[in-house]
């Protein structure tokens, strides 16, 4: 209510970049976590934007950043070790996450952003009911009196999709099953009508059948509010089913962005193409093959090798990958030179190859 | 611990939701009193906490009046006993079971007294330390240590010996005794649940520190604090006897168990009785707090539930 304006005029320095479409814009954001003497540059340098509306995917294996971008647009990184070290959070009328004190976080959080994490099952507080759980969300933010309360909770309920919602209000969490409980969790992100919001893997802990439904749901209420949504996954197939634009991530650095279309016909990065070549086909006739895998493992990040992040496990590495990392950007030379697609790869941004 | 009548009845599996009025205390506490020892101990403490509330209704004598012509009479049942006089009398001839009766005030009062102020301050330590961590977790900690190094015994009589013995005193200086064990077993417990994904999904929907301290945490380690803060009652009953024992606690003539097995530590060989009669009390209502501290840490266990 009273953030947008008075936090904006309070830091006039911020300049305010986000045109009206765009609800996210991340710009060279920097996350590290420092584990003792080392430094994990778990977030390291990426940028993208959501605009209104839009589903942008964030994909990647575990531990390439997918999770701790997520938590630095939150401001929730692990403390005392998390941190954001560079790099800014614009959010559309509110202005630069990554400068904004604790306490302007969390009236941020819940309200203008939120956040719906993996584990159903875990997520919820076993010792109070649902009802009271959404209607802590609304609460925490505005002031209404508890019959009003009390109705927009039952509403939400009916919204996600949950039936007889007027019972379900006073049901614990350990009554429900997984996918209602990942039901509850959407609406609770969603019970202040954020503008955006972060989905950390929210089907991977349900079984397949209850993934579509609670996909189906995210789709809808996403057209029904408005809302933008970040949906972070390692499941291209769920890529493939929401996103209109997709983020390929790998150790900490975005290293192809492009829409939904281009990564599964026109993949550019050898990251991204071994992760389509590593997906079983269900083509009749396909011949039978071993799934492929990509070799090697996810560099550590406390201690990252000069170059290319992904050369120790690129097939077609070559002399400059070890030396220079490539920037991010649209292919200057091959087949696909000039495509909007962006990628971090000398083979489509070197000429002197 | 089988219970036919539950796992059959299937109506609660039917409709998990409409059962949720027959209340969760309820629940406990059917649970709590379901074998006899339990039972026995219950209606122990509820005998006790009636002859606190009012013992002039329960004693059958004025605890205070003497009879020097009745004095160290033995119990009833004993050859030389007295009728009227259940568990014979001390040295001054007055009543041992109205008075002990009439100690029950002060035990109960200073033990649940003591066991608050210790609560208080051993879960707001507790909570401090175990959800903020660092440097509060370190600092929590060694001031834990440093009262649990000091002897009590020496504590009080420091405090006794500079402001004087009362019954507030009595109260806050037990009390203090106990928070580094409260803090501990709080903030041990504090340690499990604060990296549980809610708390995180609490914090993702803005609310405060102290808000996931008080609303999120605290409840969801309540029942280790109930169950714990059950054993400490019968430890702070133990510690009010020692003190009044060694005429640190409440002052004469008020009775108080512990003070009356002190005075007839001096007519023991003539009369065994007033000494002992206390000192069975103190047993057997210590003994009764530990049973149904254990019961209740049995109903509250989580895996119980499961099976609802």
Known sequence: ?353 | MAQPNELTDTSRLLTPADEIPISRFRLVASRVIESWPAKISLAILVLVVICSLVPGLVAPRDPFAQDLSLRLVPPAWSERGVPGYWLGTDQLGRDTLSRIIEGTRITVLVSLFAVSVSGLVGVAAGLAAGFYGGKTDAIILRLIDIQLAFPLILLVIAVVAVVGPSLTNLIIVMGLSGWPRFARVVRGSVLTVRHLEFVDAARSIGASRVRIMSQHILPNIMSAIIVYASFEIARMILLEATLSFLGLGVQPPTPTWGGMISDGRKYISQSWAISLIPGVAIALVILAFNVLGDSLRDALDPQLDERL
């Open chain 1, 1 to 353: 209510m009273i953030l947008g304006p008075k936090m904006n005029s309070a830091s006039p320095a911020t300049p305010v970049l986000l045109s009206d479409e765009d609800v996210l814009q991340v710009e060279d954001l920097k996350a590290h976590l420092h584990v003792g003497n080392a430094v994990v540059r778990a977030v390291d340098g990426v940028s993208f934007t959501i605009s209104r509306g839009e589903t942008l995917c964030i994909v990647g294996e575990s531990g390439c950043g997918k999770s701790m971008t997520a938590l630095a647009i939150m401001g929730l990184l692990p403390k005392p070790a998390g941190r954001i070290v560079g790099g800014r959070v614009m959010l559309q009328g509110v202005g630069d996450l990554a400068q904004r004190t604790p306490r302007q976080m969390r009236e941020i959080r819940g309200q203008s952003v939120s956040m719906v994490f993996q584990e159903p099952m875990t997520s919820l507080n076993p010792v109070f009911r649902i009802g009271w759980q959404i209607e802590e969300a609304i609460r925490v933010h505005e002031r209404i009196p508890q019959a009003q309360a009390r109705e927009r909770v039952i509403a939400m309920l009916d919204l996600v999709g949950i039936p007889s919602p007027h019972e379900r209000y006073k049901a614990y969490p350990h009554q429900l099953s997984g996918g209602m409980r990942q039901r509850v969790m959407i609406a609770i992100a969603l019970a202040c009508r954020p503008k955006l919001m972060l989905a950390d893997e929210p089907t991977t802990a349900l079984d397949v059948t209850i993934q579509a439904q609670i996909l189906r749901l995210m789709n809808r209420l996403k057209a029904e509010t408005g809302a933008s949504l970040l949906l972070i996954t390692h499941d291209l197939g769920v890529v493939a089913r929401m996103a209109k634009r997709v983020c390929v991530m790998y150790a900490g650095v975005i290293v192809e962005e492009a829409d939904v279309g281009a990564i599964f016909a026109t993949p550019l990065h050898p990251y991204t193409q071994g992760l389509l070549d590593s997906i079983p086909s269900a083509r009749a006739g396909g011949e039978r093959r071993r799934l492929h895998t990509v070799p090697g493992l996810v560099p550590n990040l406390a201690k990252l090798p000069q170059g290319c992040r992904f050369a120790d496990r690129c097939p077609h590495v070559y002399g400059r990958c070890r030396e220079e990392e490539p920037p991010l950007s649209q292919p200057t030379v091959g087949p696909l030179a000039g495509s909007a697609q962006k990628v971090r790869c000398w083979l489509h941004l070197d000429h002197r190859q």
